[in-house]
T-cell receptor
């Protein structure tokens, strides 16, 4: 158990819908990262927050957004869902904002869009 | 463009064999290289390497980094069926984001 928690574990929804994925980082970690893992793309970085502020952005679609709250938990919002958004979404956390720090991954949320 | 390439993509061995997994990378302002093990769920942290030539060990697993040649290897000795998994290599630059390789799928047969 990495100490990073994610809810829900599974989510099944229809195209065009909106969902929210939640992540709580390890105690003491200020940085939260979101990654998407699909069969054809592997693990891809989406976005990073550090102590409530957006720190770095990857190839995140405009339909996706995220935020980190004062208690440091983070939410990833996915809207106007398409079949291709079906994937595993992981949250990771670390103490520091920059590179050179270990990231610990949560158990993931498996999103299925029908 | 930052990238990580792992080889081989898949490997089948028998229990007791020794395996070497390879990871080469190109990243701007390299800060660290990390190895993870993934077994149908979340990636589990194995090692983080930041300096060349210093071997990190944990039981039967070890890893080393060569910053001049831009690669790392992960060795697993006396493999067991429980070592069957996807092994992921990732690098970070100045930002915290990790750039992952495609992974090496290891199958250890009894």
């Amino acid at each position: 158990d990495s100490g990073v928690t994610q809810t829900p574990k599974h989510l099944i929804t229809a195209t065009g819908q909106r969902v929210t994925l939640r992540c709580s980082p390890r105690s003491g970690d200020l940085s939260v990262y979101w990654y998407q893992q699909s069969l054809d793309q592997g693990l891809q970085f989406l976005i990073q927050y550090y102590n409530g502020e957006e720190r770095a952005k990857g190839n995140i679609l405009e339909r996706f957004s995220a935020q980190q709250f004062p208690d440091l938990h983070s939410e990833l919002n996915l809207s106007s869902l398409e079949l291709g958004d079906s994937a595993l979404y992981f949250c990771a956390s670390s103490v520091l904002a920059g590179g050179g720090d270990t990231q610990y991954f949560g158990p993931g949320t498996r999103l299925t869009v029908l | 463009e930052d990238k990580v390439v792992q080889s081989p993509l898949s490997l089948v061995v028998h229990e007791g064999d020794t395996v070497t997994l390879n990871c080469s990378y190109e990243v701007t302002n390299f800060r660290s290289l990390l190895w993870y093990k993934q077994e149908k769920k979340a990636p589990t942290f194995l090692f983080m390497l930041t300096s060349s030539g210093i071997e990190k060990k944990s039981g039967r697993l070890s890893s080393i980094l060569d910053k001049k040649e831009l690669f790392s290897i992960l060795n697993i000795t006396a493999t067991q069926t429980g070592d069957s998994a996807v092994y992921l290599c990732a690098v970070s630059g100045n930002t915290g984001k990790l750039i992952f390789g495609q992974g090496t799928t290891l199958q250890v047969k009894p």
